[in-house]
């Protein structure tokens, strides 16, 4: 699976880019089917707290699988998305 970051507006540093490729990879773990990891990183509203979003679109067959979260950190809104992502991925797996 081939692991994509864009960042908007600020730079990935190194300890947030190992997490999203250790997160993001344990994913193929759940459908080996996975062509393709976007994960977008953007900070919305700079006066929130709660600001930073993250977005995953996981390329598999058939439809796209899209999670989008927004938390105080990347690294939870990561954790948040790749949760969710698995869950759908599990009942993608199941139908199949």
């Known amino acids: ?10 730079t990935p540093h190194e300890p947030l880019e ?10 193929e773990t ?7 990891c976007k994960v977008f990183l953007k900070v919305e509203n700079a006066a929130d707290k709660i600001n930073k979003t993250t977005e995953l679109i996981l390329a598999v067959p058939g439809d796209d699988i899209v999670v989008k ?22 009942k ?3 139908l199949a």
């Open 69 to 90: 979260k927004t938390s105080a950190t990347f690294e939870e809104s990561l954790d948040l998305c790749v949760d969710t992502a698995k869950k759908l991925l599990i």
């Open 30 to 36: 759940f459908y080996d089917k996975i062509h393709e």
């Open 1 to 10: 699976m081939k692991i994509t970051v864009q960042s908007i507006g600020l």
């Open 92 to 94: 993608k797996k199941e």
């Open 18 to 27: 190992s997490h999203i490729e250790k997160k993001v990879s344990k994913l």
